[in-house]
């Protein structure tokens, strides 16, 4: 089969640069098929993706039916390359299909962390090819060269052949093997369609050269592949939230500053720097600080300024965070608001619930509790079952900042068994408990892991 069939588009989970690139190339391959690193039980969820309901950041939320405790996220935002992929798919009506391992196999066979991007290489490619550069900050390497440009089709040639040098030699580790091999088999299955001229695959820019078919046969994958546990497994979309984007909350694939990085995606170019000035001002306007025009004019010029003295291609985020410092100030407020960003994504009404969700109004039934938008105060005897019930569930609400009831202290009985509860219900709730999702899909589960 002719090797010019089939294009792979290596890029950086959640990076904006990539992400522009990927809907250049697509534009200019003009694919008969996308296919996408994304578990494969979750291609029909993909179909949300371009719909007016489905605003990112979202995430694909999948759980074992016989035990939703069991749960894995994977995480996606307007600057995801397989969002843009998904999405340029879904306007020129090519078909989409996710061509990693499914949860079914990974969930039943242990792994707590099976999103997307969640296993990557013993070492650390970047670095590896940073310090190649002689750059010491890979981050901010990778970001100069990729994610603050946006170059399309020969990016992705350079991106292949560098990190193919960088793998060779190394060990592959079993999962990341299997995950492979089932990648590797969605490709042939696609090359071997009759109308698929031409085949594009959208991956981690680690599974570039493994992602070749010839480099290996279908009978070896078969073997990698059989035997595999399975799990029934149920998958939706829930809203995600820039801050649970960010790497410290644990996903293997996150971001650490997902604000800028939307900002970059939607305001490429030269003038992007600016105009984040110009956001910057209006928040710290907002909290009461005085930001003037003359503030955005002097921290773009000092921003360019710094990127010169520093042989910088552009501003990144350090020349942008120094210069709002030094002319701005409320650099906290900028951080908060920009850097990090508020971002709350939304799912259509008719989508699945969310598992969590859906346990609370479980446990309420079960504790006779019901959502009221009037506050009222409820008197607790917690040596009576349902006493018990409704304050467990009401103490694990407020550990995980959902305040449905806020007990009130020196009220009632003085013994310890009696708890006074002012319940009152707020559609913002709803918002909180979507937000803390990742956490666990059970009311107990996510209390407990907060």
Partial sequence: MPRSRLHVLGIRHHG?????????????????????????????????????????????????????????????????????????????????HAIDLPWSTSLADGATDAGSGADGPGLDPLGALALAAGEPDPERW???????????????????????????????????????????????????????????????????????????????????????????????????????????????????HPGWYAHVFRHPGPDGVSRFFVDAAQALRREGLAASPDHVIGASRLATSLATLRDRPRPGLAE??????????????????????????????DAPQVPLARDLATAARSARLRPEATARTVELDVRTPNGRRRSHLLHRLRALDVPWGTLEEGRGSSGTFRETWRLHWEPEWSVRLVEVAGHGTTVVAAATSR
């Avoid at 042939?188 to 050269?209: E, S």
């Avoid at 493994?210 to 073997?223: G, I, N, Q």
């Avoid at 407020?333 to 009404?349: K, Q, R, S, T």
């Fill in 320 to 349: 942008v965070l120094d210069a709002a410092g030094a002319v701005l100030g409320g650099l906290p407020v900028v951080v908060d608001e920009l850097v990090v960003g508020g971002d709350i994504g939304e799912v259509p009404v």
């Fill in 16 to 96: 904006p640069g990539s992400a522009r690139s990927v809907r250049r190339a697509l534009d200019a391959l003009a694919p008969d098929v996308v296919l996408v690193e994304a578990p494969a039980d979750t291609e029909a969820a993909l179909a949300w993706v371009g719909t007016a309901g489905l605003v990112p950041p979202v995430a694909l939320l999948g759980y074992a039916v016989a035990n939703p405790e069991r749960a894995v996220f994977a995480p996606l935002a307007s600057f995801s390359p397989e969002w843009q992929a998904v999405v340029w798919a879904g306007e020129h009506g090519v078909a989409v």
């Fill in 142 to 256: 990778w970001d100069d060269l990729v994610e603050h440009r946006g170059d399309g089709p020969p990016l992705f040639d350079a991106v292949a052949k560098a990190m193919t040098a960088v793998r060779a030699g190394t060990a592959t580790a079993d999962r990341e093997a299997r995950r492979e091999a089932h990648m590797r088999r969605a490709v042939r299955a696609a090359l071997a369609t009759p109308d698929a001229a031409t085949v594009a695959v959208v991956c981690g820019a680690w599974h570039v050269a493994a992602l070749d078919p010839s480099t290996t046969t279908a009978a070896a994958d078969a073997a990698i592949l059989r035997g595999l546990p399975k799990t029934k497994v149920a998958v939706t979309w829930v809203p995600w939230t820039n801050r649970r984007l960010q790497r410290r909350t644990g996903y293997g694939a996150g971001v650490a």
